[in-house]
């Protein structure tokens, strides 16, 4: 707070609170804007979950049915239902309604869904808050629905899939504790079933459980109460590891380890959760985000058996994305261990090699080159090179009979109980794929920097095209070229190795504010003068398009890429069209079309503020509401494009702009009326971001 800034009195924003949400078309944002973490009033908590839960205005789904309950198995939701009504404070005049209400919605969710009730199902515990809010069946039953099918995730069972996806998630943050449990055979859903199937409402009280549902709620990330569940253990690490009684009696206190929880602890499960996160790969979400959801989405097969992965897997995006991140965020130390002629061949121009056949065939030499690459981890992050991370990555070939002895000097690291261990998804083959697929402007404008070679020759996307180097490296200077340096050294067999290895980062290292990120390493000459916001029209760097263009779109008309994976926001959030467009940051709106790469069109409009550029598509079946469809910062635009032909059909191409060329990570596509006022007033909002960026 700023100073001389009074704090509102006590139940102002309460009081706001409640005056937004009697207006009626308030949005998530809006309400999370006024709590801000706070604990909801009671007679204010319904309103605000079901807008959390996106389930205001919609119709009664029991309307059409005929209230027959005489499901097979009815005698026990009956009896499950009548043990919860028991359990609750509830007059005694309304528990005949009320158990009707709740019977009637489990009856009708088994019928609708075509599932088969069963008490270890945990669906009583999930209906538990939900009646202490007093609501009518209809929104009784779309906010139980609504948690089902988008926070429940899918294989919620003994040896289901979301459980090995926490033992990965635990082991990356927590090594030492997830090695304890697995050599007690404890795994995860033995003790985490019922605080995944409930959200924590089977063992919490009604008040904590309120209060964890009001944080998560508002979120609206169902990934994570991985992340809350991880605190939990987190927090008794140490019990966990000084226990000597045996295997059952652990993990009854493993699991009833929630209950213990009170509503003071809430607000730093949650700071705690949110650091948990931030310090987690987004391949954690991305890969997985099929457990949530509508099962339509759940239907596509996915090849990879969680249950035998070795550690948590990232993308090859990510770790390209990653490492050109300034502040904070995970970054990746990619360790290549591949064999040395495949590296030299060619390789991430940031990776360390570390060949994993030394591991076999020089064990002396193996230990002295991981020794050399954590002292060399630990002085890139230092020294700010762009190739330093906390978090560490290893690359293999992606051929699963070659990478071996990868997956062996994975375990020797796990073994270490070394944190932040992860492997690149499909290996160097993955990562040649993906800058050939985004490669769009060709060859010498895209992503080919990012291979290089230790061989005398420059490493193309395709490994085909050759280029000499003078320094034997296509990275001749800067921080991009000292892992190049350090892995030759490595290959000297000297005893001498490490003090080489730390001698190159020290010498060679140029701190981040010395050199943007995205200027591939030019020379000395060219890093002292920066560009001036007149130049920015013309080249803002010696053979360097500029950071944006506006023409015709003539030979760039494949580069699709599919955009929401760029978005700062993957979640769509629903929010009111009017509110938004009347937001005061909000400098213009532009009514239009979004248009897919399969001539897909769906109304929309374009919101610019000071520094972003939002897309709202709008709800047929909704009117005034739409989704959040994307969020694109204005200095990531690096062209705004259109067609001869159709002149309203615009494109904006999101990127980075560096000596070599535009990087294009997404593209999206607006038919636009009036597009030249359109163009022409979010170019001059995207000039005052970037003199404001330079100044």
Same mark, same amino acid.
């Given at each position: 707070?700023?100073?001389?800034?009074?704090?509102?009195?006590?139940?102002?924003?309460?009081?706001?609170?409640?005056?937004?949400?009697?207006?009626?078309?308030?949005?998530?944002?809006?309400?999370?804007?006024?709590?801000?973490? &706070?604990?909801?009033?009671?007679?204010?908590?319904?309103?605000?979950?079901?807008?959390?839960?996106?389930?205001?205005?919609?119709?009664?789904?029991?309307?059409?049915?005929?209230?027959?309950?005489?499901?097979?198995?009815?005698?026990?939701?009956?009896?499950?239902?009548?043990?919860?009504?028991?359990?609750?404070?509830?007059?005694?005049?309304?528990?005949?309604?009320?158990?009707?209400?709740?019977?009637?919605?489990?009856?009708? #969710?088994?019928? /609708?869904?075509?599932?088969?009730?069963?008490?270890?199902?945990?669906?009583?515990?999930?209906?538990?808050?939900?009646?202490? +809010? @007093?609501?009518?069946?209809?929104?009784?039953?779309?906010?139980?629905?609504?948690?089902?099918?988008?926070?429940?995730?899918?294989?919620?069972?003994?040896?289901?899939?979301?459980?090995?996806?926490?033992?990965?998630?635990?082991?990356?943050?927590?090594?030492?504790?997830? %090695?304890?449990?697995?050599?007690?055979?404890?795994?995860?859903?033995?003790?985490?079933?019922?605080?995944?199937?409930?959200?924590?409402?089977?063992?919490?009280?009604?008040?904590?459980?309120?209060?964890? !549902?009001?944080?998560?709620?508002?979120?609206?990330?169902?990934?994570?109460?991985?992340?809350?569940?991880?605190?939990?253990?987190?927090?008794?690490?140490?019990?966990?590891?000084?226990?000597?009684?045996?295997?059952?009696?652990?993990?009854?206190?493993?699991?009833?380890?929630?209950?213990?929880? =009170?509503?003071?602890? $809430? =607000?730093?499960?949650?700071?705690?959760?949110?650091? #948990?996160? %931030?310090?987690?790969?987004?391949?954690?979400?991305?890969?997985?985000?099929?457990?949530?959801?509508?099962?339509?989405?759940?239907?596509?097969?996915?090849?990879?058996?969680?249950?035998?992965?070795?550690?948590?897997?990232?993308?090859?995006?990510?770790?390209?994305?990653?490492?050109?991140?300034?502040?904070?965020?995970?970054?990746?130390?990619?360790?290549?261990?591949?064999?040395?002629?495949?590296?030299?061949?060619? *390789?991430?121009?940031?990776?360390? *090699?570390?060949? /994993?056949?030394?591991?076999?065939?020089?064990?002396?030499?193996?230990?002295?080159?991981?020794? %050399? +690459?954590?002292?060399?981890?630990?002085?890139?992050?230092?020294?700010?090179?762009?190739?330093?991370?906390?978090?560490?990555?290893?690359?293999?070939?992606? @051929?699963?009979?070659?990478?071996?002895?990868?997956?062996?000097?994975?375990?020797?690291?796990?073994?270490?109980?070394?944190?932040?261990?992860?492997?690149?998804?499909?290996?160097?083959?993955?990562?040649?794929?993906?800058?050939?697929?985004?490669?769009?402007?060709?060859?010498?404008?895209? #992503?080919?920097? !990012?291979?290089?070679?230790?061989?005398?020759?420059?490493?193309? $996307?395709? /490994?085909?095209?050759?280029?000499?180097?003078?320094?034997?490296?296509?990275?001749?200077?800067?921080?991009?070229?000292?892992?190049?340096?350090?892995?030759?050294?490595?290959?000297?067999?000297?005893?001498?190795?490490?003090?080489?290895?730390?001698?190159?980062?020290?010498?060679?290292?140029?701190?981040?504010?010395?050199?943007?990120?995205?200027?591939?390493?030019?020379? &000395?000459?060219? +890093? =002292?003068? *920066?560009?001036?916001?007149?130049?920015?029209?013309?080249?803002?760097?010696?053979?360097?398009?500029?950071?944006?263009?506006?023409?015709?779109?003539?030979?760039?008309?494949?580069?699709?890429?599919?955009?929401?994976?760029?978005?700062?926001?993957?979640?769509?959030?629903?929010?009111?069209?009017?509110?938004? $467009?009347?937001?005061?940051?909000?400098?213009?709106?532009?009514?239009?079309?979004?248009?897919?790469?399969?001539?897909?069109?769906?109304?929309?409009?374009?919101?610019?503020?000071?520094? *972003?550029?939002?897309?709202?598509?709008?709800?047929?079946?909704?009117?005034?509401?739409?989704?959040?469809?994307?969020?694109?910062?204005?200095?990531?635009?690096?062209?705004?494009?259109?067609?001869?032909?159709?002149?309203?059909?615009?494109?904006?191409?999101?990127?980075?702009?560096?000596?070599?060329?535009?990087?294009?990570?997404?593209?999206?596509?607006?038919?636009?009326?009036?597009?030249?006022?359109?163009?022409?007033?979010?170019?001059?909002?995207?000039?005052?971001?970037?003199?404001?960026?330079?100044?």
């Amino acid at each position: 707070m700023a100073e001389g800034e009074e704090a509102p009195p006590p139940g102002c924003w309460e009081k706001d609170l409640a005056e937004a949400l009697e207006e009626g078309g308030c949005d998530l944002e809006t309400v999370r804007n006024i709590i801000q973490g &706070r604990r909801l009033p009671d007679d204010l908590r319904a309103k605000v979950w079901k807008i959390a839960l996106n389930v205001v205005g919609k119709g009664d789904s029991l309307a059409s049915w005929d209230g027959c309950l005489d499901l097979p198995e009815q005698s026990v939701i009956h009896k499950d239902c009548q043990e919860l009504i028991d359990r609750l404070s509830v007059p005694e005049d309304e528990k005949s309604v009320l158990l009707l209400d709740i019977e009637s919605v489990i009856t009708f #969710y088994c019928k /609708s869904r075509n599932v088969k009730y069963s008490s270890c199902l945990g669906w009583i515990h999930l209906l538990k808050p939900l009646v202490l +809010l @007093r609501l009518p069946r209809s929104d009784l039953y779309n906010c139980f629905y609504a948690i089902m099918n988008k926070f429940i995730p899918r294989d919620c069972f003994l040896k289901g899939r979301p459980f090995h996806l926490f033992r990965l998630l635990l082991q990356y943050h927590e090594p030492e504790l997830c %090695s304890f449990l697995d050599t007690k055979k404890m795994t995860p859903d033995s003790y985490a079933l019922n605080w995944l199937g409930s959200l924590f409402s089977y063992y919490c009280s009604a008040e904590v459980t309120q209060a964890i !549902w009001d944080g998560y709620l508002q979120q609206a990330d169902p990934f994570f109460i991985y992340f809350l569940m991880l605190i939990i253990l987190v927090n008794a690490k140490d019990v966990i590891l000084a226990q000597e009684s045996d295997k059952e009696e652990m993990i009854k206190f493993l699991e009833t380890s929630p209950a213990n929880l =009170e509503l003071e602890d $809430i =607000e730093d499960l949650f700071s705690l959760a949110q650091y #948990y996160c %931030s310090k987690t790969p987004a391949s954690f979400r991305k890969d997985n985000h099929s457990l949530f959801g509508s099962s339509l989405l759940g239907l596509k097969d996915d090849d990879t058996d969680l249950s035998q992965a070795l550690c948590l897997a990232v993308s090859v995006s990510e770790i390209l994305q990653a490492n050109q991140q300034q502040g904070e965020g995970v970054r990746f130390f990619v360790v290549d261990c591949r064999p040395a002629e495949q590296y030299n061949a060619g *390789h991430l121009s940031t990776a360390f *090699h570390l060949d /994993s056949d030394l591991m076999l065939q020089n064990p002396s030499e193996f230990a002295q080159s991981v020794k %050399s +690459l954590l002292e060399a981890q630990k002085q890139s992050i230092e020294s700010g090179s762009i190739a330093g991370g906390e978090h560490l990555c290893f690359m293999g070939s992606g @051929r699963e009979e070659e990478d071996m002895y990868m997956n062996m000097v994975l375990a020797h690291f796990l073994q270490k109980n070394k944190e932040y261990v992860s492997i690149a998804k499909g290996g160097f083959m993955a990562l040649q794929q993906h800058l050939a697929d985004i490669n769009v402007e060709g060859p010498e404008s895209g #992503y080919g920097h !990012w291979i290089a070679s230790t061989s005398g020759s420059r490493s193309s $996307i395709n /490994s085909s095209v050759d280029g000499d180097s003078p320094n034997g490296s296509s990275d001749g200077k800067g921080v991009k070229s000292l892992v190049n340096k350090m892995t030759v050294a490595l290959k000297t067999k000297s005893v001498n190795v490490k003090e080489k290895v730390i001698s190159f980062i020290e010498n060679t290292s140029t701190p981040v504010d010395r050199i943007p990120f995205n200027i591939p390493w030019p020379d &000395r000459a060219s +890093l =002292e003068r *920066h560009v001036s916001s007149s130049d920015r029209v013309g080249k803002p760097y010696r053979g360097v398009k500029p950071v944006f263009s506006i023409g015709d779109e003539e030979e760039y008309d494949t580069d699709e890429i599919d955009s929401s994976s760029m978005s700062d926001d993957d979640r769509k959030e629903v929010v009111n069209i009017q509110t938004w $467009i009347n937001k005061p940051d909000v400098k213009y709106n532009f009514p239009c079309n979004e248009v897919k790469e399969n001539g897909h069109m769906f109304p929309s409009h374009l919101l610019v503020t000071a520094t *972003h550029m939002y897309c709202l598509r709008e709800i047929p079946s909704r009117k005034g509401l739409a989704y959040i469809q994307s969020r694109q910062a204005l200095n990531s635009v690096v062209k705004i494009t259109s067609k001869k032909k159709h002149p309203e059909l615009i494109t904006f191409k999101y990127g980075n702009s560096n000596t070599s060329g535009i990087e294009i990570l997404a593209v999206e596509r607006y038919l636009i009326p009036n597009a030249g006022d359109a163009t022409k007033a979010i170019k001059q909002q995207i000039m005052k971001v970037l003199d404001a960026l330079e100044s």
